[in-house]
């Protein structure tokens, strides 16, 4: 299993201890702590959730060493069966029977169907990661959907209030709350109850603007208490909590909480801003509100006056009962808080540097924690049987799987046999598994370039970081390795750079022939005999190809000559009347601007 998962897992289940915990204690400390603190503590919990913190010394953290040991121990080990000497080629036609042919309690063929289950079963382990991730992606994809569609129909039907009096008294209350940004107000009356959306850009949503002043007021305190609190993105943290831990019943069961506790403690916020007196007519407010006409009733992502109808009565409960906790609670409270912070960081998770001192769970070992000697090499000797079966039944997942766990001596003769067999595919899955950092990575690369074997090599250099890329660049540009730069730009994206390449190498062949009858260049001057040259032409028998060069400051004019074939056999001087000629082409002046 992916030690990434495990870890998850792990966080997973000390999450759900906690909330075992809380939720115990809630009948205990429902109407003696703080609302407010009932709703922030479960921040101690989806931070356990998603945050794999640990002390060196933890009390599950053995426990977790203990479950994997003990998984690890009694999974059963795929039972070897001796494959018989067979061409691989002719492995599938031999192995297949036909039914009618078959005896029902053929020994051969449960065991044949034992390792195919055992194969699969040993697949989906290895895959597990990816069932969960993919999983928790789509529910997070379509929580936001589903938010950008409750946006948007808020929106269509939005009316923004431009009533001076009502805007004057939002600031006034904004003010007295503590609130400095601009908050905008409209009316939608399609929405059940007053509401606050917007991360960055907040906007309170009224059902209507027919209430009175001290409704009013209760109200916006209520949504602009949610704002400075940011609720939303509270919210938002346990949606995706829920997202990635879709597996847990107990982490939804934690959202419904936290979303009840949201209310209540935002109640016993603004009980607290507008005093106790108050809580009567902040109590008919609430009650007011549950008379909204509105039909829309998705909320995700948003804050409300109030969730749903069924927590209603215990919200007027709370309210009416409502009394400022005293000193000494709030004492206890902080306690109560550290001892929950301690324990949350006492309960561990899964422990990498355990897990690395354990035997892995893919080398399955049996009984002791300590392996003797001849168990290892027992267990050494049945992957080697499992690589090759999975080679001869040509699956290249498994083998890539099984590969990994072999020891280096073992890796490396299956290395040296698909390279001998030339086998790309089963190459290309191995060493991936090996690591760039690997001697056999680079002892297997450092052949392929010596065999100019540019098929392996091309596999090796799909798993090569840039840096090692370039260096190997560099070799095969001083070796002129034409085939190998051009795959090794392509692996860094220089294409380009490999036509340019080209056409360097094509003119510094060029001046090395000019100079073996005599002629040298000094930038674009050309030189012949120590003396620099006017006109220099390079022209072929069938004017395919014309190299002309003019520089007033020369002293003489020469001409390339070649033969037959095109090749240089030599130079020659011009005579005045070829220079004449040469002049007066209407190609002249174009080649020459062409070249200079």
């Known amino acids: 299993m992916n030690i990434v998962l495990k870890i998850f897992l792990s966080m997973s289940f000390s999450g759900s201890l906690l909330i075992l915990t809380l939720l115990f204690g809630k009948s205990f400390i429902k109407n003696k702590i703080s609302r407010q603190w009932q709703y922030y503590i479960w921040l101690v919990v989806i ?79 290895h895959q597990m990661w990816l069932i969960w991730l993919i999983t928790a992606l789509g529910l997070i994809i ?60 907040p906007c309170i949503v009224l059902p209507s603007i027919d209430i009175s002043e001290k409704d009013f007021q209760y109200i916006v305190l209520h949504e602009l208490t949610h704002y400075k609190r ?48 108050n809580a009567q007519n902040y ?36 309210i009416m009962n409502f009394k400022r906790k005293s000193k000494t609670m709030q004492l206890l409270t902080g306690v109560l808080t550290l001892c929950i912070i301690l324990g949350t960081a006492f309960i561990g998770v899964y422990s990498t540097a355990a897990a690395s001192n354990q035997p892995s ?21 049945d992957y080697a049987s ?59 690369a450092e052949k392929a370039y010596i065999d100019e074997e540019i098929a392996f090599f091309s596999c090796l250099a799909d798993s090569m970081n840039e840096t090692q890329l370039k260096s190997w660049l560099d070799r095969a540009l001083k070796d002129d390795r034409w085939d190998f730069q051009s795959m090794l730009l392509n692996r860094l994206d220089q294409n380009d750079d490999f036509d340019s390449l080209q056409d360097k190498k094509w003119a510094q062949a060029q001046t090395e022939k000019y100079q073996a009858v005599g002629v040298t260049m000094n930038d674009k ?18 004017k395919s190809f014309c190299t002309l060069n003019m520089n007033p400051k020369g002293r003489i004019n020469i001409k390339i000559i070649r033969n037959e074939n095109d090749e240089i056999t030599g130079v020659a001087y011009m005579t005045d009347a070829e220079v004449a000629k040469l002049l007066e082409e209407p190609f002249g002046d174009s080649k020459k601007d062409a070249l200079e």
């Open 47 to 125: 931070l356990r959730l998603l945050l794999p913190f640990r002390l060196e010394v933890n009390l599950l953290g053995k426990l977790y060493q203990l479950v994997d040991q003990t998984i690890t121990q009694t999974a059963p080990f795929p039972q070897q069966q001796s494959t018989p000497n067979i061409p691989r080629e002719n492995l599938t036609s031999a192995i297949v029977i036909e039914s009618d042919n078959e005896n029902v309690n053929n020994p051969i063929q449960n065991s044949s169907t034992v390792h195919s289950l055992q194969d699969i079963w040993i697949l989906l382990i």
């Open 230 to 277: 940011g609720d939303m993105f509270y919210k938002w943290l346990v949606q995706v909590t829920v997202c990635l831990h879709w597996f847990n019943p107990l982490v939804h069961f934690m959202s419904h909480e936290i979303t009840k506790a949201c209310e209540f403690s935002c109640d016993e916020a603004v009980l607290i801003q507008i005093g106790c007196d």
């Open 386 to 444: 499992l690589v090759e079966r999975y080679y001869m039944a040509d699956s290249l997942p498994l083998f890539e799987i099984t590969f990994s766990q072999l020891d280096k001596s073992s890796q490396k003769k299956w290395l040296e046999k698909l390279y001998a067999d030339d086998d790309i595919a089963f190459f290309s899955v191995a060493t991936h598994g090996l690591g760039i950092d690997s001697s056999l990575f680079a002892d297997f």
């Open 283 to 318: 109590g008919k407010t609430l009650l007011d509100a549950m008379a909204a006409v509105g039909k829309y009733k998705e909320n995700l992502g948003a804050v409300t006056l109030h969730e749903n109808k069924q927590l209603f009565k215990e919200r007027l409960g709370a």
């Open 525 to 542: 001057d050309f030189y012949y005999q120590e003396q620099l040259v006017n006109i220099f032409l390079d022209l072929r028998s069938n």
């Open 361 to 381: 769970s893919n080398s399955l070992a049996s009984g002791n924690q300590t392996s003797t000697p001849e168990e290892t090499n027992t267990h050494t000797t």
């Open 142 to 201: 379509r929580k936001i959907t589903i938010y950008q569609n409750f946006i948007q129909y808020i929106k269509a039907s939005l009316t923004p209030i431009s009533d001076i009096r009502i805007l004057d008294q939002l600031s006034i209350i904004a003010k007295q709350a503590g609130i400095i940004k601009p908050i905008e107000l409209c009316v939608n009356p399609l929405v059940s109850s007053p509401l606050l959306i917007g991360f960055f850009h």
